[in-house]
């Protein structure tokens, strides 16, 4: 069963959607730029049985606030804080995406919060060309364009620590990678998981959206691996 609720944090209201073993181990979820919590729902229940599962809408998405202020570290704050007034002192945590560069960002700011990281299809943080959205007439309901282009700024020029804190990650981490259908560079899926210590990198040949394009794929790899 999967529940949706809110929960006031001092910047923002962060909706999420909880399920799984009320008793289990947490587990938190972090979608992809544009994407909400109902994203992860082609891969639950099976990645984690055994787990009590936060998929959360990232600021700007879904049923989450909208800010005046948006950004990567912006929404690691949020995750903390999600954590703090959950009470949630340790976690797994996986992340796709944009997902993945927060929980990444979260892993190091706060290692002693994360016991096991998944990123899935996520390049070292390097400067890339600039690419501006492709927005449309209308706002779509489900994320703010405001908040598209600061992300995609951040992304594009990257703070050069974000690299360097790569190493201070004491997770157990999973590196999931997209393959040559992919558009993100696969050398560079391959220098983060070199970058961080405790990591192993597994490809899987789906392009850059693993769990929704190979879902069966997903959960044979990252399931065993999030098993308590």
């Known amino acids: 069963m999967t529940t949706a609720r809110t929960v006031e944090l001092p910047e923002v209201t962060l909706a999420y959607r909880e399920s799984g073993r009320p008793d289990g181990p947490p587990l938190v979820l972090l979608h992809a730029l544009g994407e909400r919590a109902a994203d992860w729902d082609a891969v639950l229940p099976d990645l984690a049985p055994d787990h009590h599962?936060?998929?959360?809408?990232?600021?700007?998405?879904?049923?989450?606030?909208?800010t005046a202020?948006?950004?990567?570290a912006e929404m690691r704050e949020d995750v903390l804080a999600f954590l703090d007034a959950l009470g949630l002192a340790r976690i797994d945590l996986v992340g796709h995406s944009m997902g993945g560069v927060v929980a990444h960002l979260l892993a190091q700011a706060a290692?002693?919060?994360?016991?096991?990281?998944?990123?899935?299809?996520?390049p070292a943080p390097y400067p890339r060309p600039a690419s501006g959205p492709a927005e449309g007439a209308e706002e779509p309901a489900h994320f703010d364009w405001a908040m598209v282009r600061a992300v995609k700024a951040q992304i594009d020029t990257p703070d050069p620590a974000w690299r360097e804190g790569l190493?201070?990650?004491?997770?157990?981490?999973?590196?999931?990678a997209g393959g040559a259908a992919s558009h993100i560079p696969q050398e560079q899926i391959a220098e983060l998981a070199r970058l961080i210590p405790?990591?192993?990198?597994?490809?899987?040949?789906?392009?850059?959206?693993?769990?929704?394009?190979?879902?069966?794929?997903?959960?044979?790899?990252?399931?065993?691996?999030?098993?308590?």
């Open 69 to 72: 202020r948006y950004g990567l």
């Open 53 to 66: 599962v936060y998929a959360l809408d990232l600021r700007g998405h879904g049923d989450s606030g909208r």
């Open 111 to 122: 290692p002693d919060r994360v016991g096991r990281l998944v990123l899935e299809d996520i």
């Open 167 to 176: 190493t201070r990650i004491t997770a157990r981490t999973l590196v999931v």
């Open 198 to 228: 405790d990591c192993r990198l597994v490809t899987i040949e789906a392009g850059h959206l693993v769990h929704s394009a190979r879902p069966a794929e997903y959960v044979a790899v990252v399931a065993p691996f999030l098993a308590p």
